[in-house]
């Protein structure tokens, strides 16, 4: 059954048990889709109010952009199960002559890389909702302040989390130019995120004592 289609129970029983998957990464994507959603939520408490008129063409971008990441966040969970999947599955391909031990290899390592990309593009989706949520923090409605301080905690935390993801598989991978791309990047989007993160609570923090 699809993420999106299980009560936040289930996915939590399949979460906590002694299987590999879901596991972090698949948690990181729903966690980044749960911080789309408050933002979502935040650009809809400020549409209609007339305190709020001259970003209202603004607030309705953002909430049609928090849905489109909300959906597909939580369909990165399931790709993130399925990319870790694949790559036990290239794991226990037979090894018993060096034909085998080839292709083996080969599989485990293209297994590898998709399941390198797909928690970076949740990363790369929980960016996007912490700019958004810089947007509705600014200049949404100010009685949600907390809640768009909230997403953009979540979706940092859920960004740091995939791109521990992205790290741990990038250990495995031979081929030094994928790792060094991915390396390089997972770092810049995490200091970034973090900055941005901080950014947010202080414009909370200001605009709550105002």
Known sequence: MATRDEN??????????????????????LVGSISASLVAMVAGLTLGKKAYQSVEHEMRSVLSEALTLRDELIDYADRDSAAFDAVMAAYQLPKENEVDRVEREKAIQVALQQATEVPYQTALRCFRVLELAEIVVTKGNKNALSDGGTAACLAEGALQAALLNVAMNLSALADEAFRSKYSQARERLSAQAQAKRLMILQIVSQRGRA
Not at 8 to 26: C, D, E, H, R
């Open 8 to 29: 936040v129970f289930s996915f939590l029983t399949k979460l906590s048990a002694a299987t590999p998957t879901p596991g972090g990464g698949s948690a990181a994507a």
